[in-house]
């Protein structure tokens, strides 16, 4: 009977010890030893948030998805070169809008999160062959890298002609939001292996902004494109923390905090070696930028501060069982909160 008694009591106390663990942990600890980013690194993301928001819009001087009081100041109609929707894409791959910039030189291929109401992207998300697609030395999402080179075979001369009609010292930039950031990750890696098809573009003018990432290259691949992707994830986002494959993700975005929860359960019983040693385990890609504006303990969001790192170990391997695990997904609040995090350096001494 003592026995028994025991027992309970070193599960209750190793249980609570989990729960105390799990409900303490907030997602400012998964980069709170990483440096302050450089302003202008992170200067052009609440501008791609704008652009990624007009593939949504009828029509962009008249937009319905613009958080109010921003508007689309930096977004201009005549600089849509092409703005590809459903019935161009048909079943392989999300929406996607190509946007000259002449202003700042620069050509942008930027490509929409998951349609939740439709089909054809939960297949680009379910065909991922078990994380299996070996490519450039790693491994990627299958679906995601089809998804990619569909683009880029309907895309590529376009985006040639226009970088020759910007002239030297064009940047060409590209862009997601959720599954459209996976895509916009491999397009980056697909063109940096192809230059000549690009006129020898220099790979530091090619440049890759993944906003809330999907997970979707090896370890490897994604320290070694870290000069050309960048990753942004807001505070506690779920997506780049959770290797649950995609498609069970979005196929329980209704039930997300069971799914959230049971793969936090599982994790804690895993070895962590034996998890993170695996070479087909997939990641968010690149150089991590954590916008942080929540503390332990508060519901309250402070000025926000953008932290960055090229990760190794710890690349957002801890799940956030918080109230803001989807919301901080979403692309408005990634804008919302880069601007703020702009302002803060601009207006308080140069200092996030």
Known sequence: ??????????????????????????????????????????????????????????????????????????????????????????????????????????????????????????????????????????????????????????????????????????TLVFAGHSLGSGIAALMTILVVNNLKAFDDIPRSHIRCYALAPARCVSLNLAVKYADVIYSIVLQDDFLPRTPTPLEYIFGSVFCLPCLIFLVCLRDTFKQDNKRFKDPRRLYAPGRIYHIVERKFCSCARYPPEVRTAIPVEGRFEHIVLSCSTTSDHALVWIERESIKALEVYYNWGHNW
């Open 1 to 170: 009977m003592s026995v028994s008694c025991g027992l309970e009591c070193v599960l209750c106390v190793g249980c609570l010890r989990w729960a105390w663990k799990r409900l303490t942990y907030v997602g400012a600890y998964d980069s709170e030893n990483w440096p302050l980013a450089a302003p202008d690194d992170f200067e052009p993301v609440p501008r791609i948030c704008q652009i990624i928001m007009a593939i949504y819009e009828d029509d962009i001087s008249k937009p319905k998805f613009a958080p109010p009081g921003l508007g689309y100041d930096d977004i201009r109609s005549d600089c849509v070169h092409k703005l590809a929707t459903y019935a161009h894409v048909k079943t392989d791959c999300p929406p996607y809008i190509v946007y000259a910039d002449r202003q700042r030189n620069e050509v942008v291929l930027a490509v929409r999160g998951l349609n939740l109401v439709r089909n054809a992207d939960y297949k680009v998300l379910m065909d991922n062959k078990l994380g299996q697609q070996m490519f450039d030395g790693g491994y990627v999402h299958y679906g995601l890298l089809k998804a990619a080179q569909f683009i880029l075979e309907k895309e590529t001369d376009t985006l040639r002609d226009l970088l020759r009609q910007q002239g030297p010292g064009c």
